[in-house]
C-alpha cells in the first residue's frame, strides 16, 4: 500500500508540474498557472478515484462469483464492502 501511494505521488507530482512548466513556456499569467495547476491536480485525483473503486468493485465481485462457485450464500459471509475499505486504509 506504501508502494502504491508513493508511486500516485510521484505521478501526480510529475504531471501537474508538467502541466504548469507548459503553461508557463507559453507565457501565461500567474492566475492561469494556477488554474491549471489545481485543475491538474483534480482531475488527477478524479482520476485516481475511480481507477481505486472499480478495482475494489471488481475484487468485490471476484469474492461473489467464488462464493457462488463454492456453494456458499453471500449473505452469511462477510464481504469487503468498497468504500468503506478504502476508507479504512486512508484513517489507518
Not at 30 to 53: H, P, Q, R
Amino acid at each position: 500500500m506504501i508502494r502504491a501511494g508513493i508511486l500516485g505521488a510521484n505521478d501526480g507530482i510529475i504531471s501537474v508540474s508538467g502541466i504548469v512548466l507548459g503553461a508557463a513556456a507559453a507565457n501565461l499569467n500567474s492566475y492561469t498557472l494556477f488554474i491549471s495547476g489545481v485543475s491538474g491536480m483534480l482531475a488527477g485525483a478524479c482520476s485516481m478515484v475511480g481507477g481505486e473503486f472499480i478495482s475494489v468493485s471488481a475484487q468485490k465481485e471476484v469474492q461473489l462469483n467464488r462464493l457462488s462457485i463454492q456453494g456458499k450464500p453471500a449473505r452469511f459471509t462477510k464481504l469487503q464492502k468498497p468504500i468503506k475499505q478504502r476508507l479504512e486504509k486512508l484513517m489507518s
